[in-house]
Nanobody
Framework: QVQLQESGPGLVQPSQTLSLTCTVS??????????WSWIRQPPGKGLEWVGY???????YYSPSLKSRASISRDTSNNQFSLQLSSVAPEDTAVYYC??????????WGQGTQVTVSK
């Protein structure tokens, strides 16, 4: 059974960088054709795709966040991470990591609340 677990600070100050890590168990992040995704949900709004890192190590981002987002991976620890720079209160959301395969999100983490505030 694949499990994903997000970790990182719950509070980030405006203009700082948000850093989250997703630890994956039960499957390798380098296995072919899996895309390891970050998705967020601001309060009272729908889900928003942030980006993903492919099994190849290539990363892809939402156009609206591309200038501030960076997704990387640590294959030795089977983790992938999100960094979002210059955060503002609008970046407050529950952040999820998930595995994407053949167009469907098969597995999700439980989500972690990140609040941007002084």
């Amino acid at each position: 059974q694949v499990q994903l677990q997000e970790s990182g600070p719950g509070l980030v100050q405006p203009s700082q960088t948000l850093s989250l890590t997703c630890t994956v168990s039960g499957g390798s992040i380098t296995t072919n054709y899996y895309y390891w995704s970050w998705i967020r949900q601001p309060p009272g709004k729908g889900l928003e795709w942030v980006g993903y890192i492919a099994y190849t190590g290539s990363a892809y981002y939402s156009p609206s966040l591309k200038s501030r987002a960076s997704i990387s991976r640590d294959t030795s620890n089977n983790q992938f991470s999100l960094q979002l720079s210059s955060v503002a209160p609008e970046d407050t959301a529950v952040y999820y990591c998930a595995r994407l395969f053949a167009g469907a999100y098969e597995y999700w983490g439980q989500g972690t609340q990140v609040t941007v505030s002084k």
